[in-house]
């Protein structure tokens, strides 16, 4: 299939000043007001529940409702993990997400970058990550035998910088803060002819993510839960749920949006303090250390637009402790979940008090929490 038939009609779109570009270009934010881009020209369609049941269980189950088709040898099998129990809490479920190609929900939007790039014939990948979206990306740079420069901030883990080398990336470790590995990749994403397949700025990315929702609407027997605890750093998850939910409301799936709790650490929580002020942007802060690095994110690009979705789907932004984290990551471990630190973020919120109990007893899921990324990778064990 060609470009052309691939993602024809398909344009980013900036919300800032509505500056328009077709998506078979390399533009990776507005060329006029340099703000974030969102994606417009394709109508997403649910399958019947009767067509995914032929379907092989990968996020391309959903291939109706994602903006570019599958490349031929590019899946690993990303999509559909399963929902684990809570043993005594039957309105809980967890979703191991962890148990992706690359050991985090990034597989999904990585993968679906991966395949926007493969339609448009791109030579190289430049990205930037505190590790799971940059491991996930080398990973499908891999699978094309396209090569990858990922730049990672300086005190990345030992095991997501072992990951990135075995897949063969070309890692850049910078000094500084997570937005100084941001800028350093954004200054190679400049260059002619590169494909910044950027987890945050590429709006294919969100697309990806989405289909977090449209498993869980599986799983539950065609519905969501009525609250959904999401990390939030960068916001790929939050904003690919809350797209996906639009969606599916949208086709009359569902009858209302879930709502919203989102998790910061207390140590870096712009969007947090923004939305307890009642800002409409995130708040400047003076950041601290975290053991939750994947979220660590102090002026997050998409914040506008992340503080607008939990605001829309009546959610809230909450703050955790680091010791918080640390004894919500042992509880899950002595439950048989080992996730890294960032991914015990939402356990800890749940432990804490900080997410409403569904207002009447249930006895089927009525809050999901994801386990985003394997305790692998995080390089400390005890």
Request: proline letters at 7%; aromatic letters at 6%; hydrophobic letters at 45%.
């Amino acid at each position: 299939m060609s470009t052309v038939e691939t993602i024809a009609g398909l344009r980013l779109t900036c919300r800032n000043c509505g500056w328009s570009s077709p998506a078979a270009g390399l533009a990776w934010r507005c060329e006029r007001c340099a703000g974030v881009l969102d994606l417009a020209g394709f109508t997403p369609v649910m399958p019947s529940p009767a067509e995914l049941t032929q379907r092989t269980p990968t996020l391309w189950r959903y291939r109706e409702s994602l903006p570019v088709s599958e490349p031929a040898g590019l899946s690993m099998g990303e999509g559909m993990t399963p929902l684990v129990p809570v043993p005594g809490r039957p309105e809980l479920a967890l979703k191991a997400d962890y148990l992706m190609p690359t050991g985090s929900f990034k597989d999904r939007g990585a993968v679906l970058l991966a395949a926007l790039a493969s339609h448009l014939r791109a030579d190289a990948f430049v990205a930037d990550s505190s590790g799971n979206a940059g491991t996930a990306i080398a990973a499908y740079a891999a699978r094309l035998g396209i090569a990858c420069d990922v730049y990672v901030p300086a005190a990345t883990s030992a095991g997501k910088l072992a990951q990135l080398y075995a897949y063969g990336a070309s890692v850049h470790r910078v000094e500084g803060s997570r937005e100084d590995t941001a800028a350093a990749a954004a200054q190679a994403a400049d260059q002619p002819g590169i494909f910044y397949a950027s987890h945050v700025y590429n709006p294919v990315f969100l697309h990806g993510t989405k289909t977090y929702v449209f498993e869980l609407w599986e799983q539950l027997g065609g519905r969501l839960p009525g609250t959904l605890v999401l990390p939030v750093g960068n916001g790929t998850l939050v904003l690919g749920c809350h797209l996906g939910s639009r969606e599916l409301l949208a086709q009359g799936l569902i009858d209302r949006l879930p709502v919203i709790i989102a998790v910061q650490a207390d140590a870096c929580a712009p969007l947090a303090r923004a939305m307890s002020e009642g800002r409409r942007q995130p708040a400047q802060i003076s950041t601290g250390p975290t053991i939750a690095e994947g979220i660590a994110i102090a002026r997050p690009a998409r914040g506008a637009q992340i503080l607008a979705a939990v605001a829309e789907a009546g959610g809230a932004i909450v703050t955790v402790t680091d010791d918080q984290v640390r004894a919500a990551r042992a509880d899950l471990a002595r439950s048989g979940l080992y996730v890294e630190p960032t991914s015990a973020v939402c356990w800890a919120a749940v432990l804490a008090g900080l997410v409403p109990a569904p207002g009447v007893p249930s006895t089927e899921p009525d809050v999901v929490v994801p386990l985003c990324g394997t305790g692998l990778k995080s390089g400390d064990h005890r």
